[in-house]
C-alpha cells in the first residue's frame, strides 16, 4: 500500500512540476514585457518570436524528427496526423454545439466554432514534452525527447494545411454583418504600424498578418456564391470572375474558353480555390519537417547528416543547441502576450465561459475515449506510452494563437480572439495540470 501511494505521488510530481517550470518561464516572461516594468520592449518579443519561427523551431524539428523518422516509423506514426483532424472535427461539433446553447451574437457563430475546434498542435505541445523530458525520472524513458518532439512535429504539416484552408475560410466576416463590422473598424481602429501591432498578431506565425490580399478582409466566398443565385451585392462591386487568379487574357485564350464551357459552381469554387492561400505552407518548420523526412527516410543521407560518426555531426550538433532555445523562447513569448492582457469583448460571459469549458474540460474526456478506442483497434504503436501522450495532449492544449493572427488578417473578430485566447491560457495551467495527472495515470497501466 506504501509502495502505491508513492508511486501515486510520484506520478502527481512528474505531472505538476513539469507545468510549473513553464509556467515559471512565462511569468518571467510576463514581468519583463509588463508596461509598468516595461524591462524588456514590446519589439524585442516580436524579434524573439520571429527567431523561435525562422531559425530556433526549424532546428528542433530537423535534429529530432530526422533523427528519429525510419520508413516503418511513418508507417506505424500514421495515426498522429488524423488524430489531428478527429480532434478538430470533435472540437468543432461541439463548438457548434457551444454555440447553439449560448446563443453568442450572430456574427461570431462560426468564430465560436472555429475557437473550440481549433487547438495548439505545434509549439505548447512541444513545450510541454520538453519540460517532461527534462527531468531523469520522467515516466517515458531516455529517448523521451526526442520521441514526443518527433511525434508532434510530424503532424504540424496537417495543422498549417488546416488553417490555411479551413480556418482562413472559416474567419471570413460574415456577409450580413460586413458594414457593422467595418463601421466599427472605421470608427475605432486606425492604421496600424508594425511596431505597434499587438505581439498576439505576430507570437506564432510571424508575418501571417502582412500575407493581406485583395479579399482577404472582405466576405469573398460569400459574395462568390451569392451571384449564382442572383443576390443583391448592392454594397460590394461585382465579381469578375475570368480575371480571378491574375488572367488577362482575351476573349479568344484557353483559359477564358475553360470558363465559357464550366459550370457556374464548379467555376466560383474554382475562383475560391485560387485565392486560398495555400502556397504559404512552405514557411520554415515546414520545410525543416520536409527536409527532416528526406533525410531519415533516405538511410544514406541519414548515415551522413546523423550520428556521433556522421560527418556533419558538427553541423548537427549547431543545430541542437539552437534547438535548446525552443521552450524558454516560446514560454517566454507566452508570458509577453498574457503581459497584454485581454481586450474588451463584444462575445458575451456565457459564450465565452462556454468555449473554454468545452476546449479544456471536455474535449480532453473525448480525447481520452478517442485514445482508448483506437487502442482498443490495436491502431497504436503497442506500448509506447509517449506516443499515447502526445495524441491525448492533441485534444487538452487551448486554442490556437495563430488564431489571433488570422483573426487579424480576416478583419473579423480580432479583439475577440485576443480576450478569449488570454482566458484560455489562463485556465489552461489548471486544466492542464489536472488532465496531465490523469493522463500519465492512465499511461501507467498501458
Known amino acids: 500500500m506504501d509502495q502505491g501511494m508513492a508511486t501515486g505521488n510520484d506520478n502527481l510530481l512528474s505531472a505538476v512540476v513539469p507545468l510549473m517550470k513553464l509556467l515559471c518561464l512565462s511569468v518571467i516572461g510576463l514581468i519583463l514585457a ?11 518579443f516580436k524579434l524573439l518570436s520571429k527567431l523561435v519561427f525562422a531559425l530556433f523551431l526549424p532546428c528542433l524539428i530537423f535534429v529530432h524528427l530526422g533523427q528519429s523518422v525510419t520508413v516503418d516509423d511513418v508507417l506505424l506514426w500514421w495515426f498522429v496526423p488524423i488524430n489531428v483532424l478527429i480532434s478538430t472535427a470533435i472540437g468543432c461539433a461541439l463548438g ?5 446553447v449560448c446563443h453568442p451574437p450572430p456574427q461570431f457563430f462560426r468564430f465560436t466554432i472555429i475557437m473550440t475546434g481549433f487547438g495548439n498542435t505545434g509549439n505548447l505541445p512541444i513545450a510541454i514534452v520538453g519540460s517532461v523530458c527534462h527531468s531523469s525520472d520522467n515516466p517515458f524513458g531516455p529517448d523521451c525527447r526526442r520521441a514526443g518532439i518527433a511525434y508532434v512535429s510530424f503532424a504540424q504539416w496537417v495543422a498549417v494545411i488546416l488553417v490555411y484552408t479551413f480556418v482562413y475560410h472559416m474567419m471570413e466576416p460574415p456577409m450580413e454583418y460586413y458594414e457593422i463590422v467595418s463601421e466599427e473598424n472605421e470608427i475605432e481602429e486606425e492604421p496600424i504600424s508594425n511596431a505597434s501591432r499587438p505581439l498576439l498578431h505576430e507570437a506564432e506565425w510571424p508575418g501571417m498578418v502582412d500575407k493581406e490580399t485583395t479579399h482577404s478582409k472582405t466576405p469573398f466566398i460569400a459574395r462568390v456564391f451569392m451571384s449564382i443565385s442572383g443576390s443583391s451585392q448592392n454594397i460590394f462591386p461585382d465579381i469578375d470572375f475570368s480575371e480571378e487568379g491574375g488572367s488577362t487574357a482575351g476573349p479568344s485564350s484557353p483559359k477564358s474558353l475553360r470558363c465559357l464551357a464550366e459550370p457556374k459552381v464548379v467555376q466560383r469554387i474554382r475562383v475560391v480555390a485560387e485565392q486560398t492561400p495555400i502556397r504559404h505552407i512552405l514557411q520554415p518548420p515546414t520545410i525543416a519537417s520536409l527536409l527532416a523526412l528526406i533525410v531519415g527516410l533516405v538511410p544514406v543521407l541519414k548515415a551522413f547528416v546523423f550520428g556521433y560518426d556522421a560527418p556533419l555531426s558538427f553541423f548537427t550538433d549547431s543545430l541542437e543547441i539552437l534547438a535548446g532555445a525552443v521552450v524558454p523562447s516560446v514560454m517566454l513569448i507566452l508570458g509577453g502576450l498574457l503581459a497584454e492582457g485581454p481586450n474588451d469583448s463584444a462575445l458575451g460571459i456565457r459564450t465565452t465561459i462556454g468555449i473554454i469549458v468545452t476546449r479544456l474540460l471536455v474535449l ?60 484560455q491560457h489562463i485556465c489552461a495551467v489548471v486544466s492542464l495540470s489536472v488532465y496531465i495527472v490523469i493522463y500519465f495515470k492512465l499511461l501507467s497501466y498501458v
Do not use: C
Open 364 to 423: 480532453p474526456l473525448v480525447g481520452i475515449g478517442v485514445v482508448a478506442l483506437a487502442d482498443k483497434m490495436h491502431l497504436l504503436i503497442e506500448g509506447d506510452q509517449m506516443y499515447r501522450f502526445v495524441l491525448l495532449l492533441q485534444y487538452t492544449t487551448p486554442s490556437a494563437i495563430l488564431l489571433g493572427a488570422i483573426a487579424s488578417l480576416r478583419n473579423y473578430a480580432v479583439r475577440e480572439a485576443s480576450a478569449l485566447l488570454f482566458w
Open 34 to 44: 509588463h508596461h509598468r516594468t516595461q524591462i524588456v520592449p514590446k519589439a524585442t
Open 96 to 100: 457548434y454545439i457551444v454555440a447553439i
